[in-house]
């Protein structure tokens, strides 16, 4: 208490500064506005201002480019609008001294001719930005990163509020979507597929502690959890579409930030001619927080830094547009025996260090070939390495040995082409193909009966081809279709998968519209499990039994209905029903599933599996959301579902993820202390609660005799009691001239809540540990910009 006592102290002293230098302050509000689907500019776009007065204005040059000069600090909006196109209106952006507001705007082609009865409506503010989504997608803006209590800067953590949507813990971000394993996620970056994006991923998961993802360099971007369209293949459960936003191409500006994500410097500005670049770097500051008494939840001191850049160059519409953009991410922790920690409890017996590095770079052309047909060419290189030793320390004379080591790694070369053809204002068309050159290193044994059995040892190369095509035909400006089908095929096996989908949106009236979404979709297992090896023990031999395995796949069903109260409340409900077939289970009967892998910190080592496994996903979302308008916005989020698995022995059990129900409630309120928007605060709230995390029960007497975790057959019937949590977000922004000042306090888990993440056998005392979710902490961050 007493450091939380020292930070309200420190918010005091910033509101009160400098408040007697108060002066009006003024920002640029500028952009290019291009057509939706040929992405040419549009000129003579008019764009006004909201609420000016007298009403100011302007219109786009022949380079589809706009500018709006001293726009007081604060909040603003604005109204685009072409004639024979959709308009769209953006409000309440933020507006700060200390950076240009530089927009990127996309108009759509009215469909409806002149003289027919319409429906008139502008653009959902939630639509998915990829306009061939029509269901289960959502765009979301790097404001909700920020705004949203318990969210951290982080995308993930963000998207766990929305409606079938979950975190698999407090201390990682993996998220569960409607009830799949998170290894079924698919993460997209800039047009490219990229390995997980996180700090201390382990090998086949896609989260981490700490997101590797800058919210401040992000772009808005598409979030989908179903039956997403043919473009997107390789996935099973949702997909994060995400897009960097482009430098300030005429000047230069600067940004600060401290938090729990790290000490961070950032630039950006113009390069060359037209065009802009954009940098960041961060390093981890655990150790700099624990020392001023400031908790975050890690027992071990953690190390981590990451780089992300993105360069921008247009060069007109004879040669195209070229970027080229960079992420990369270097982790490392030990966890010492008498260290607590949410993935190992103290006193063990055990010693564990883990490393993690990730990377991605990638240059893209996008070409106009003419006003309807355009090519986009993207290549691109990606990979990550995992080192992993655990030593057990002998309780006699502390003696170290190596029971487990992992030292593997996977790069990727890509190419990825794409074609996108506007035939008319009534159908659009994208071809592509996606050829991946996989490099594998795979390497990792495990002490058992007093002798090391190898789990891997393979290296070599493998290739992944992707290939799809879909078209959208819009009958109306209210009913649109899209279809298409998509295809992978494995080198490493000659597996292959062929995968129809298909969309329908249909707004009946100005304030309603219904959606209908179906579609196949197949994953890779993570590479590793393809080569787990089974020792003959008879024999001397050994086979990679998981080497022929096949796709795993899952047909997704989904009907939702959208209603708007008004142009800032919404409410949205979807039903969805998804078959799991080919799922991954063992040879022999018994209760595993590839469906309940991401459960825990590491992949197992199963061998021996086949093909043969099912399951089930079904339930109900429900969304009631105001956007933020007059000062504040709520969201209320929940679901029910029900998740089922059959393993080999053809029993029907939960799965691992299967919590049943969940409900968030989000809200928050913007005060301007004063009325020249200078000084601002806010204050954001948020409770969760869920069923309780599915048990898989420790066989303690068998435990104690084998020396190491042995579980009972009782697997996910139970579950641990619900879970609940409350966060508590206040934020105070000063803009000064050319300065943005901006300081956030994160009270997460206020009333500290006792919330059971998982029970682990502790061989050395030979008990059973009850571990807990993260319990009260006060996060800070301090950001600057100018």
């Given amino acids: 208490m007493k450091t939380l006592r020292h930070l309200l102290l420190l918010l005091l002293f910033a509101c009160t ?93 009215h469909i409806t001719a002149l003289g027919e009865v319409k429906i008139t409506a502008e653009e959902d503010k939630r639509e998915a930005l990829n306009k061939m989504a029509l269901i289960s997608a959502r765009s979301f803006s790097v404001e909700e990163t920020q705004r949203y209590a318990g969210a951290l800067n982080d995308p993930s953590r963000m998207a766990a509020n929305y409606a079938g949507v979950t975190l698999a813990g407090d201390a990682r971000n993996d998220i569960i979507i409607r009830g799949n394993s998170p290894a079924g996620l698919l993460w997209r970056l800039e047009g490219f597929n990229i390995p997980n994006p996180n700090h201390f991923g382990a090998l086949g998961s896609t989260g981490g502690p700490v997101s590797m993802l800058n919210n401040n360099l992000l772009d ?123 993935a190992k409890p ?79 204002k009534r159908n659009n068309a994208r071809a592509g193909i996606i050829g991946e050159a996989i490099n594998y290193n795979l390497a990792d044994s495990v002490l058992e009966s007093n002798q090391y059995r190898t789990l891997r040892n393979s290296d070599g190369t493998s290739f992944l081809l ?8 819009k009958f109306s400006n209210t009913l649109g279709l899209t279809t298409g089908l998509n295809y992978l095929h494995f080198a490493l096996n000659n597996s292959s998968s062929i995968e129809p989908r298909i969309g329908l949106r249909w707004q009946f009236s100005n304030r309603n519209s219904i959606n209908l979404g179906s579609g196949l979709h197949s994953k890779l297992l993570p590479l590793a499990m393809y080569f787990t090896q089974t020792p003959d023990y008879t024999t001397g031999n050994i086979a990679k039994t998981n080497k022929n395995l096949g796709f795993q796949k899952s047909a997704h069903f989904i009907i939702g209905y959208d209603h708007n109260f008004s142009t800032n409340l919404r409410f949205k409900i979807e039903s969805y029903y998804q078959h799991l077939y080919n799922i991954p289970v063992e040879q022999n009967p ?67 993820f299967n919590q049943n129900y969940t409900l968030n409630i989000l809200a928050g309120v913007e005060l301007n202390l004063g009325k020249d928007g200078i000084h601002v605060l806010s204050l954001n709230g948020k409770w ?63 009333f500290n809540q006792k919330n059971v993440f998982r029970e682990t056998y502790n061989k050395k005392n030979q008990v059973i540990i009850t571990q807990y979710q993260l319990g009260f902490q006060v996060m800070v961050f301090y950001r600057i910009m100018f």
């Fill in 688 to 750: 969760n609660m869920a069923g309780g995390n599915r048990i898989n029960p420790i066989d303690l007497e068998a435990s104690k005799l084998a020396g190491e975790t042995r579980y009972s057959q009782n697997i996910y019937e139970d579950q641990y009691k619900e879970y609940s949590r409350t966060d508590v977000e206040i934020t105070y922004r000063q803009n000064q001239k050319k300065l943005t000042h901006e300081w956030s306090f994160e009270l997460q888990n206020v």
């Fill in 220 to 342: 808005n971007s598409d979030f989908m959890t179903g039956a997403f369209p043919a473009e997107y293949g390789n996935a099973l459960s949702g997909v994060f579409d995400l897009k960097l936003r482009n430098g300030n191409n005429e000047n230069h500006e600067f940004i600060g930030q401290i938090g729990v994500n790290g000490f961070e410097l950032g630039a950006e500005g113009p390069i060359l001619k037209k065009g802009s670049f954009l940098a960041t770097y961060r390093l981890s500051n655990v150790a700099a927080f624990r020392a001023l008494g400031i908790p975050l939840g890690w027992g071990s001191t953690p190390n981590f830094t990451d780089f992300t850049f993105k360069i921008d160059l247009p060069t007109g519409l004879k040669y195209g547009r070229f970027s080229l953009f960079g992420i990369g991410g270097i982790s490392s922790i030990e966890l010492l025996n008498e260290d607590d920690n949410f």
């Fill in 17 to 109: 500064s400098n408040w007697a230098g108060a002066q009006e302050l003024t920002q640029t509000i500028r952009g290019t506005v291009v057509d939706k689907e040929s992405q040419l500019s549009l000129p003579g776009v008019t764009v006004l201002l909201l609420d000016s007065e007298p009403l100011q204005g302007t219109t786009t040059d022949l380079d589809g480019k706009f500018r709006l000069e001293e726009i007081p600090v604060g909040r603003a909006g604005i109204k685009v609008s072409f004639i024979g196109y959709n308009p769209i209106t953006i409000t309440n952006m933020i507006i700060t001294s200390g950076k240009e507001v530089v927009l990127s705007l996309e108009l759509t082609e």
């Fill in 346 to 424: 103290a006193n063990t017996g055990e010693d564990i260090f883990f490393g993690s590095n990730t990377g991605a770079i990638g240059l893209s052309h996008l070409y106009f070939f003419n006003e309807r047909l355009r090519s986009e060419l993207r290549i691109s290189a990606s990979g990550w390495e995992n080192k992993v030793n655990v030593d057990s320390i002998s309780d006699d004379n502390g003696q170290k040995v190596r029971r487990f080591a992992n030292n593997s790694s996977e790069v990727k070369y890509a190419l990825n082409y794409k074609l996108n053809k506007k035939f008319n």
């Fill in 466 to 473: 992707q290939s799809f095509v879909q078209w959208q035909h």
């Fill in 590 to 656: 018994s209760n595993y599933s590839l469906l309940n892998e991401g459960a825990d910190f590491v992949l197992s080592n199963t061998d021996s599996l086949i093909n043969n496994g099912t399951g089930t996903n079904y339930g109900l979302d429900i969304t009631l959301e105001k956007f933020f308008s007059k000062n504040y916005y709520f969201l209320i989020s929940g679901s029910v579902f029900d998740s089922k698995y059959k393993g080999s022995d053809g029993i029907e059990r939960n799965t691992a």
